[in-house]
């Protein structure tokens, strides 16, 4: 089969970018890097993907002057020209728009630095050092129109310990993050994992 060709969007640094990148070395990976494309011309993940090879490209949606259609419009345009069947979103800080996110249903993951359903949005970290929760993790879901609520393919979690900062926290999260976006890449690029199986578990009952 051939392998899946996926775009990575990012707005920072892109460390799960990378990771994504790094797996899809492996010759057996069922899913290439083929496009980078960030809404902030100052990512720093841009210089990352450059030096590894990678197409990168620029949609920065402050040109677009507020008009979210016309931004998302031009991004899609150009996920279409390169053929990309699989998106990452990786530090993606834009909003999506039910357009955007129908058009590419079942197609688009996320991750997201919390054990979803808890703490989505932002400040992760901090609100579970606030809640008191024992264990914090991350996510890797499709995305539905709804923020940081669509069916999960991966998760793991670490415990809490007395110690625990939001900046150690953020660390010890990151190394999650890393270890299971190329995991549910490889799942779904792998038919493995879709839209109506994720979240769901099998079993009789
Ligand atoms: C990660 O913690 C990710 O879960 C969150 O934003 C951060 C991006 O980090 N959505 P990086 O750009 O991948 O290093």
């Not at 920072?12 to 010759?27: H, P, Q, V």
């Not at 415990?159 to 299971?180: F, K, M, N, P």
């Amino acid at each position: 089969m051939s392998k899946k060709r996926v775009a990575v969007l990012i707005s920072g640094r892109g460390s799960n970018m990378t990771a994504l990148i790094e797996a899809a070395k492996a010759k057996d990976y069922p899913a290439e890097i083929v496009l980078v494309v960030s809404n902030r011309p100052e990512a720093l993940g841009l210089a990352r993907a450059r030096d590894a090879g990678i197409n990168t490209a620029i949609v920065d949606h402050a040109q677009f002057g507020g008009d979210r259609q016309a931004f998302e419009r031009t991004l899609d345009d150009k996920l279409r020209a390169h053929r990309i069947d699989l998106i990452c979103l990786a530090g993606f800080m834009r909003l999506l728009t039910p357009w955007f996110v129908t058009r590419w249903n079942g197609r688009m993951l996320n991750i997201h630095p919390a054990l979803l359903p808890q703490f989505k949005g932002l400040h992760t970290h901090r609100r579970a050092l606030a809640a008191g929760v024992k264990r914090h993790g991350a996510t890797v879901h499709f995305v539905v129109p709804e923020m940081d609520a669509g069916p999960i393919v991966a998760q793991d979690s670490i415990a809490i310990g007395d110690g625990d900062t939001e900046e150690t926290l953020a660390a010890r999260v990151l190394e999650i993050e890393h270890r299971i976006y190329p995991r549910a890449l490889r799942m779904v690029a792998e038919g493995r994992a879709s839209l109506a199986s994720a979240g769901k578990h099998e079993g009789t009952r």
